[in-house]
DNA sequence: ACCCAGGCGGGCG
DNA sequence: CGCCCGCATGGG
């Protein structure tokens, strides 16, 4: 196992690994050991952050993981910048400090797309619940030795009632269906370069998904930062900051983010769903 | 014993 | 378009 430091400007790691994105369901966190364990790039990396020092990387090959570290977690974008634009009143204001360093993540088309056609209707630690059995039942084995994500043909291939005993309930007909779409003709890593509109589009034909999971996957599957998912959190947050408590359509929220946090609408919404999550700004 | 959870699809006016 | 409903299941 090899080790090395790293320095990284404006990142915290435990808020990142308590925002519920895609990688954090596949990672553990410790807080006494100020460290996480996840797997990416085919291999178990272990990060360390302490509050002062250098973030510490230790993998099987120190390089990749490095690099595959700085990718994950959009390390080269300017968070000046974004705080600056999305900065535009005291609650954004306060989120911002508050959760100085949490960073959007980078994770697979695919593994995204599940993940988030089995969030809906349901809470976060049973979607890691489910996610960790279908790993356990699904996944090949890779070359470090750690359960890789079950492909699409895996999924395809299971039955309602193998999808069922992970306790997927209702959403295993979306997933099969979905994973089925990924064999025969749909290809998501092609969208990788497509604009907001098309991938949003594209994804939202598919069954089990809608506007608030197609804006998730175009969000952390494909990094378009002008998706801004409206869950009922976020939902009953704009509307007690924006419009007096009153009931708003999805559509009209979105016009309104729009207006006000443009193509910085995806650095926005973690930070006013982190901020209204954990503190209960929604009540 | 309830109640709810990072919504969606289908049916209706 | 907007509104309403049912939905599988595990944890509080």
Request: hydrophobic share 35%; with cysteine; glycine share 8%.
């Amino acid at each position: 196992m090899q080790h090395a430091d790293v320095r990284v400007d404006t990142f915290n790691l435990a808020h990142t690994f308590e925002s519920a994105q895609p990688i954090t369901f596949f990672g553990e966190f410790d807080r006494q050991g100020n460290s996480v364990d996840y797997v990416s790039s085919g291999m178990q990396i272990r990060v360390t952050q302490r509050s002062k020092g250098p973030i510490t990387i230790e993998a099987p090959d120190v390089k990749r993981a490095i690099a595959d570290f700085r990718a994950r977690f959009r390390l080269s974008d300017d968070m000046r910048h974004i705080y600056r634009q999305i900065s535009t009143d005291a609650f954004m204001g306060e989120a911002v400090r508050k959760y100085r360093g949490l960073r959007l993540t980078v994770n697979d088309p695919w593994e995204t797309t599940v993940v988030f056609i089995l969030s809906q209707f349901n809470n976060i630690k049973r979607i890691h619940l489910i996610t960790n059995r279908m790993v356990a039942s699904f996944g090949e084995v890779s070359e470090h030795g750690v359960k890789a994500f079950p492909t699409p043909d895996a999924l395809s291939r299971a039955t309602i009632r193998e999808l069922n005993a992970c306790g997927m309930g209702f959403r295993s007909k979306y997933l099969k269906a979905t994973a089925k779409a990924c064999v025969d003709s749909l290809d998501l890593n092609r969208y990788r370069r497509s604009s907001y509109a098309s991938v949003k589009e594209m994804l939202m034909e598919l069954p089990g998904i809608g506007d608030k999971v197609a804006d998730c996957i175009a969000l952390m599957g494909y990094g378009k930062l002008e998706a801004f998912p409206i869950d009922t959190w976020v939902k009953r947050t704009l509307e007690r900051l924006y419009f007096n408590g009153k009931g708003t359509s999805i559509k009209r929220l979105h016009e309104s983010v729009s207006e006000k946090w443009g193509d910085m609408q995806g650095y926005a919404q973690l930070y006013l769903y982190h901020h209204g999550r954990i503190d209960g700004y929604e009540a």
